[in-house]
Each structure stands twice: as structure tokens, then as C-alpha cells.
């Protein structure tokens, strides 16, 4: 729940929400209200003379292959993350991302972090373009339509009929969220439902920074076992799983982030 609306920067990762949906065409945007304060959050004014500030995004490459957005965010710890975008090639994962930052300034401390290690790999961070990680969203929402991307066609369909065999109890939990997205833009994830803001429970990590995955209670368990059919349909650019879940499940999640 980083940004949302309209900016009047043209190269501030904040306007990248608007852009990113005009580009695939889909849903509103995900920006929610500002971040806490960190280290990077308020930036001195720009120094470029007769142009724009370049779009803050890098690339990063050599990622473990059981990378996930919290393994970034952490990486890049103190900076503020607006958008992680892994890179896939025929279905799989590639162990390149980009990561788009809040503001242009921040670009000079992500690179500080190249070749310093997550886990046991080191990372290379490369300066990138507003183009390429453009280019990237568009080759993802294919590749998202063109079925899960991570596993293969034997273990997608054993892990659904795990999913199809599951009691319902009225909660889903959802997996693979924009760190961005907020209570609004899950709503309209599930716009045939009825469902409140209090229904849905964004989950936090220790930091207070989403953590990808968010918990939805449904009116009862039918309603739930329905909502399964948006299971791997995408929200923005990004496909969502869906898991059936539980009351206990949910609370444990949420009082963790608090």
C-alpha cells in the first residue's frame, strides 16, 4: 500500500502505477497512501537541469530461484520499494527482477548493494529503463495468461486438486500480491462478492511493510469455495493464488505483522 493517484512528476516511481495499468490495460491502480518515514523517504530536489529525473528502477540478476518480494525488500532494506517484478522465460523463473524505488536518488544506493549476497548468491544491481521494465510487465501478463509460471504442468495439477480437496470455512488466503495493492483493489479482485474492508486482512511483516499475501473472509464457506474460480487470474500484472485458510490461520498472520 505504497501510492495511489495521479503525480505530476513524470519520472517519479510514483506515477509508475498509472502507467503500469495503462500499458495492460487492466483494473485500477494499486498505489495507496505513502510509506512510514525511512532513510531515503525524503530526497533533497532534483539537480537535473533542462530534463526529467530518470524512472527509478534497477535490475537485478543472479537471485536465488526460490526468490520472493520480502527476500528483495530486505536486500534493498531502507529503501522504499514501489514494485518488484520477477523475470520469467518459457514458464520459469530466470533469477532476474526488477525493482522500481520511490524516488531517482534511490537508484545510487541500490547500486551500492551490487554483488553483495542474498543467502549464498551474490546479486548484481544494473541501472535499467523505464522501457525495459515496461517491456518486462508486458512479456509477465503472457506469461501469466499462459498458465503459472513456476511449476510445471504435473505439479500445477497436483497441487490444484490439493486446493479442489481442501474444507472451505468461509477464509482464503492470497498469495503473489503487488506490495502496492490495497483493500480496494482486492474488492475488485472479487467484484462478484460481498464484501467490506473489515472482511479483508492485508498481512505485515515486522517492519510494517506488506508482505505479498492478504486473508478474506467470505459470508460462509460456499461463497468461498466460488471465489476459488479467480484462483492464478491476474491483478494488474501479477497472478494471485488462492488457498482455502481458516480463522486461526488468518489471526496468526496478522498478529504477526503487528
Do not use: W
Request: charged content about 30%; proline content about 7%; some cysteine.
Amino acid at each position: 500500500m505504497f501510492y495511489r493517484g495521479k503525480f505530476g512528476d513524470p519520472a517519479d516511481g510514483r506515477e509508475m502505477g498509472a502507467k503500469r495499468q495503462r500499458l495492460i490495460d487492466q483494473g485500477p491502480s494499486f498505489y495507496g497512501t505513502p510509506p512510514g518515514p525511512s532513510f531515503m523517504y525524503n530526497p533533497p530536489p532534483y539537480g537535473y537541469v533542462n530534463q526529467p529525473p530518470p524512472f527509478p528502477v534497477v535490475r537485478l540478476r543472479g537471485l536465488p530461484f526460490d526468490c520472493t518480494e520480502i527476500d528483495v525488500a530486505e536486500f534493498l532494506h531502507g529503501l522504499d520499494i514501489v514494485d518488484v517484478l520477477f523475470v520469467h522465460k518459457s514458464g520459469k523463473f530466470t533469477g532476474e527482477a526488477f525493482c522500481v524505488l520511490g524516488y531517482p536518488l534511490q537508484v545510487d544506493f541500490a547500486l551500492q548493494k551490487n554483488r553483495q549476497n542474498m543467502g549464498r548468491r551474490y546479486v548484481e544491481v544494473f541501472r535499467s529503463k523505464r522501457q525495459e521494465y515496461y517491456k518486462a510487465i508486458a512479456n509477465e501478463v503472457l506469461d501469466a495468461h499462459g498458465g503459472s509460471p513456476r511449476k510445471s504442468i504435473s505439479r500445477a495439477k497436483s497441487h490444484d486438486e490439493g486446493k479442489d480437496s481442501a474444507e472451505h470455512t468461509g477464509v482464503l488466503r492470497l498469495r503473489g500480491l503487488p506490495f502496492s495493492a490495497g483493500k480496494d483493489d482486492i474488492m475488485d479482485f472479487f467484484k462478484d462478492f460481498v464484501l467490506s474492508e473489515e472482511s479483508i486482512h492485508i498481512t505485515m511483516n515486522s517492519e510494517g511493510r506488506p508482505t505479498g499475501e492478504a486473508f478474506v473472509e467470505f459470508a460462509n464457506a460456499e461463497d468461498s469455495k466460488a471465489a476459488m474460480s479467480k484462483d492464478r487470474m491476474t491483478l494488474g500484472s501479477r497472478y494471485i493464488e488462492l488457498f482455502p485458510s481458516s480463522h486461526e490461520e488468518m489471526d496468526e498472520a496478522v498478529l504477526r505483522g503487528r
